[in-house]
């Protein structure tokens, strides 16, 4: 049954680790969880169309505010019945804020108390200026089914009072997105920062979990600036810190992540939603993600192999087209390719976390990520 937008029911906890099912309601639908989200930055999930996303099972897309705001502009997609109609998606949609992408301009950007300024790598190198209320402005004439507050991310390594400093422009910016809120329906999420250290994660926890206006907080809670270049193994070690203090009655995000091995470990430190460009992005450089490893298509030992991309898919790639013809497609620059190996990836992807949500139904969420990377180790 439909409840109340922003509705999380905690529908199961695993025995041992921190592994989470649950059920997030939005106004376009009810997310199951966890959950990895396809990234779809410019109102398309590339080489996809929405139909097909439906059919592989994806539940709820990402769109972009920074790269929709510079084309082809939050006012013509609201224009055009918002970012639902426009791209034919009737599911859920999350909106990133800009923050990482601002992030990536480097020397492109420069981050101010009002907000960050920088040149559009678009339009000549315009100077643009992204405050925490344009962003919301942005994400609420998109139509976001959940709107993410703008934060700074930082790169790594980052001194401890270059991320303390940070950290509270972060928090304030927090406070004015919250404020800038004026649609009832739809979600927010606050984005948990402070670098690689973990009494500045907690402190920034603290502090962002009770904010409130008009007796609205935050409905979920991401984990922001991780993935920046950080051994993954202290990546998993600052997502546990970072979970331990969040609320269990809210969703918790970990932005940006990442590998089939990353999302096993951090779903069994209680993330519920993920998001990642690596299964789209590598198909189109003929990276497949399978069972047994990952494999570059194009290498020479795949020139007469008659099997599948993996034999443990179903997928419609899998199930149709053989390695071999895949290369050939590959080293002929063939568009198909590209399609034919996102569709997998993302099958895979989202499989994945099919498969983790019954077996923490199950109690056997420890034994599948056993056997998940022990098997992609065996290659």
């Not at 344009?134 to 700074?152: K, N, R, T, Y």
């Not at 690689?196 to 920034?204: F, G, H, I, P, Q």
């Not at 203090?245 to 809210?250: C, E, R």
């Not at 969703?251 to 951090?266: A, H, K, N, S």
Request: proline share 5%; charged share 25%.
């Amino acid at each position: 049954m439909q409840k109340t937008p922003g509705t999380f029911e905690l529908l199961k906890t695993a025995p041992t680790g921190r592994a989470r099912r649950g059920r997030l309601h939005t106004a376009h639908g009810v997310v199951q969880t966890p959950i990895f989200m396809p990234v779809g930055t410019l109102g398309t999930v590339k080489a996809m169309t929405p139909h097909e996303m439906k059919d592989l099972g994806a539940q709820i897309i990402l769109g972009n505010t920074y790269h929709l705001f510079l084309k082809p502009g939050h006012k013509l997609v609201e224009k055009m019945g918002g970012l639902h109609q426009f791209m034919s998606w009737n599911g859920p949609i999350l909106t990133d804020s800009g923050g990482f992408q601002i992030f990536s301009l480097k020397d492109q950007r420069k981050m101010t108390e009002e907000g960050a300024i920088f040149r559009s790598p678009i339009d000549g190198g315009e100077k643009h200026l992204l405050s925490p209320e344009l962003a919301i402005e942005i994400q609420e004439s998109l139509g976001s089914d959940i709107m993410m507050v703008l934060d700074e991310c930082l790169p790594y390594p980052a001194g401890r009072d270059t991320a303390k400093t940070s950290m509270e422009l972060s928090l304030r910016w927090a406070k004015r997105s919250l404020a800038a809120r004026t649609r009832a329906d739809r979600l927010m999420f606050g984005i948990v920062q402070g670098g690689m250290y973990k009494d500045l994660r907690s402190e920034y926890i603290e502090r962002l979990v009770p904010l409130t206006h008009t007796g609205r907080t935050f409905e979920g809670i991401a984990i922001g600036g991780l993935s920046v270049g950080e051994p993954p193994e202290l990546m998993w070690e600052m997502t546990e810190h970072c979970t331990a203090h969040m609320p269990t009655d809210k969703p918790r995000y970990l932005m940006g992540v990442g590998t089939p091995e990353d999302l096993m470990e951090c779903i069994d430190r209680g993330i519920d939603m993920f998001d990642c460009v690596l299964p789209t992005r590598n198909a189109r450089t003929n990276k497949l993600f399978t069972s047994t490893g990952d494999l570059n298509i194009m290498n020479a030992c795949f020139t007469e192999d008659a099997g599948p991309l993996d034999e443990n898919c179903s997928c419609y790639t899998c199930q149709n087209f053989s390695r071999a013809y895949l290369r050939h497609l590959a080293l002929s620059k063939e568009i198909l390719g590209a399609r034919l190996n996102t569709i997998h990836n993302l099958h895979f992807y989202l499989h994945l976390l099919d498969r983790a949500r019954l077996a923490i139904e199950e109690d056997r969420f420890p034994q599948l990520k056993a056997e998940v990377i022990a098997k992609r180790r065996s290659q």
